[in-house]
């Protein structure tokens, strides 16, 4: 069995007025199906642009991405929108949830895109909310409900269709410490009791820390991938940087 993922030498490079940018140096990471790990790093390290490549938002400038085995860069953009809608669950800092539908409707979203009839859809939807505990929330709008609650109808929402792997950017930066560990919860049962692997972005060592493994990067380049020891949750690098 192939990996889930496998980054191969993975360059990215952002091309602006002022010329090129190297924010990826080549990157190999490899990450095996069920795995719980965290991606941490300094401020502008590359973290967010590896998570696009990772979620099949961008593209890698040179070297492979392999999705299951098969070479993303040979995936037509149709297969790449049904693997980004079905196979992987999205969770931003910033929830972004659409300020005018309802807790359901956000919740039953992605279903819409992948053709889900609107009974099952809410019905699912609805039972994803009561899944993180809102259920007793459906009508709310975002502006409604606190940030914790935000991030937690995001959370179902990225569940929607069932992914194998959910991508994570500093899930719990806009929450409180007690929050956080909440949404953390979620993440670690859904692993445990789903096998989804899960990779999280966080400045976070407590975030970090609950995690098998921990993938630092800094100036583009992986420079510690193991578990997340003292060392690793508060990188030397990091301390100075
Ligand atoms: N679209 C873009 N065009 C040009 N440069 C970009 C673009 N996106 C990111 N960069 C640059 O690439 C580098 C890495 O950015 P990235 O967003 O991956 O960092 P990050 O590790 O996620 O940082 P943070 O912790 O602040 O979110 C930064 O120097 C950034 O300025
Ligand atoms: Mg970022």
């Known amino acids: 069995m192939p990996p889930l993922l496998a980054l191969d030498a993975v360059v990215k490079d952002y091309a602006s007025e002022a010329g090129t940018f190297r924010a990826l140096h080549g990157v190999s990471v490899e990450v095996q199906k069920g795995e719980f790990m965290a991606i941490m790093g ?133 929450l409180d410490t007690r929050t956080g560990v909440e949404v953390l919860g979620l993440f670690r049962a859904l692993n445990e009791q789903k096998g989804v692997t899960v990779v999280i972005v966080t400045h976070d060592p407590e975030v970090a820390r609950a995690t098998n493994r921990v993938v630092r990067i800094q100036d583009g380049l992986v420079f510690y991938d193991g578990p997340p020891t003292e060392a690793a949750l508060y990188g030397h690098a990091e301390a100075t940087a």
Not at 63 to 80: H, I, K, M, N, Q
Not at 116 to 134: D, F, K, P
Not at 146 to 171: H, T
Request: glycine share 10%; proline share 6%; net charge positive.
């Open 42 to 174: 300094p401020s502008g390290s590359g973290k967010s642009t590896l998570m696009n490549i990772i979620g099949c938002l961008d593209t890698p400038t040179t070297g492979t991405y392999r999705f299951e085995g098969t070479d993303t860069a040979t995936l037509s953009e149709g297969a790449l929108a049904k693997l980004r809608n079905a196979g992987i669950g999205f969770i931003f800092q910033q929830f972004n949830l659409l300020p005018r539908l309802s807790a359901l409707a956000n919740v039953a979203l992605p279903m819409v895109y992948s053709g889900v009839a609107s009974g099952e859809r809410n019905a699912r939807a609805q039972a994803l909310l009561a899944s993180v505990g809102l259920a007793d929330k459906p009508r709310s709008r975002p502006s409604q409900l606190s940030g914790g609650q935000q991030q937690r109808v995001a959370v179902a929402r990225s569940l929607a269709n069932n992914p194998q792997l959910l991508l994570a950017d500093e899930p719990t930066g806009a």
